[in-house]
């Protein structure tokens, strides 16, 4: 779909470049209405939200008797996840077992990061280390189907890892750094579609896929969010919409606290996630992932629509650092810089060109929703 006319948000940053985008009469866009109507009402970052996360917080604590954690904590090394540790062991007295996944893509600042919070606060780490050549084949041909959404594998080894590895070591709760603070307006599904709707990824996979994935940790979807909730009782909490959370606060204490290291941006923290959404994505597809994020701080206050604007006028990315990363990215792949860059001007596709569970997907989040098991309305 193109967009006949240029329209952006009066009240936050979102716009046209998201074709599903509506505006209402006063200009606002369906992400404001959304988060005024969906999500203030029951966010609760304070003595509210601390009543409600203690409670779940002593149900933790009482289930994990007698185990050696208490909860799987996903830890990428970046500020959402590295706060969330902090928050588990030192205000709230849990035993995480952190769970790291090495895709083949972290940066030497994510790696110290992710040891820093780990000697920091004394606990123990466990990492998966997924295998290379099947993640590159996955990463290819991704790169091949022409989609935006080429971090799924990245994404998919990250959450099929985690929700596969609680499963299987009955763990009951796993708590995530997802939060209405930062990522309150999500991206749009056309920038960044489902990483865990597996018949996506294995569609993809068997058009341009070379090698058979046999040791990639692969989760559907429905697996994780009916069979391990249900069946086996895994659940997920995230304490970080229970607790005040503001981004650059937090990363200061990180900094104090551990010696931890500040990323450019969001997601930094992958030199593969650098390249794609400061590169990649605004450079093939006009898509700045910025937007949602900026968007996200101004709705819950914690920056101002006029910096947003002045910061997504910059690049996110300077010539030298694209030039040096595009090589870098062609290596891991096994591409040259040619090849690479032909795959950049190949015709540009979306998740809707390949097999999807989206209509599946969207009616059991709406049964989900009714039942009272997921309350958040994404748009
Ligand atoms: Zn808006």
């Not at 597996?198 to 979807?221: E, M, N, Y």
């Not at 606290?257 to 597809?285: C, D, I, V």
């Not at 096994?334 to 190949?346: P, R």
């Amino acid at each position: 779909m193109t967009q006949a006319r240029y329209e952006i948000c009066v009240n936050c940053i979102m716009d046209t470049s998201d074709s599903g985008i509506t505006f209402d009469a006063r200009g606002w866009c369906d992400y404001c209405n959304n988060f005024e109507r969906n999500i203030r009402p029951h966010w609760h970052p304070d003595a509210v939200g601390e009543r409600i996360i203690g409670k779940q917080i002593e149900a933790i604590r009482r289930d994990g008797r007698g185990r050696d954690h208490d909860c799987l904590i996903g830890i990428s090394g970046g500020a959402d996840s590295s706060y969330l540790a902090y928050v588990a062991k030192a205000r709230f007295g849990l035993r995480p077992l952190l769970y790291h996944v090495d895709a083949g893509w972290n940066s030497q600042q994510s790696a110290n990061n992710v040891e820093k919070i780990v000697d920091g606060l004394g606990l123990d780490l466990h990492t998966e280390v997924i295998d290379w050549l099947e993640m590159q084949d996955l990463q290819l041909a991704f790169f091949k189907a022409q989609v935006p959404h080429l971090d799924t594998p990245q994404d998919h080894a990250i959450f099929g890892g985690l929700y596969n590895f609680a499963a299987q070591r009955g763990f009951k709760y796993i708590l995530t750094g997802a939060n209405f603070a930062t990522e309150c307006v999500k991206d749009p599904i056309e920038w960044h579609y489902h990483a865990t709707d597996l018949r996506q990824l294995k569609d993809i996979h068997r058009r341009f896929g070379t090698r058979p994935l046999t040791t990639f940790p692969l989760v559907d979807i429905f697996t994780y969010k009916l069979y391990y909730r249900f069946v086996k009782g895994v659940r997920v909490v995230k304490p970080l919409d229970y607790v005040p959370y503001r981004k650059e606060t937090a990363v200061q204490e990180l900094v104090d606290k551990f010696g931890w290291q500040r990323y450019a941006h969001k997601h930094y923290e992958s030199r593969f996630t650098r390249f794609y959404e400061g590169y990649w994505l605004p450079t093939k597809f006009g898509i700045d992932k910025r937007r949602a994020h900026f968007s996200s701080l101004i709705l819950s206050g914690q920056m101002t629509r006029v910096e947003a604007l002045q910061k997504i006028a910059q690049r996110a990315y300077d010539e030298a650092t694209i030039a040096e990363d595009f090589e870098y990215i062609a290596t891991k792949l096994d591409l040259s810089v040619a090849e690479l860059k032909a795959l950049m001007h190949g015709p540009n596709k979306s998740f809707r060109d390949y097999r999807n569970s989206l209509t599946l997907i969207d009616l059991g989040a709406r049964v989900l929703r009714l039942a009272g098991v997921e309350r958040r309305v994404v748009r």
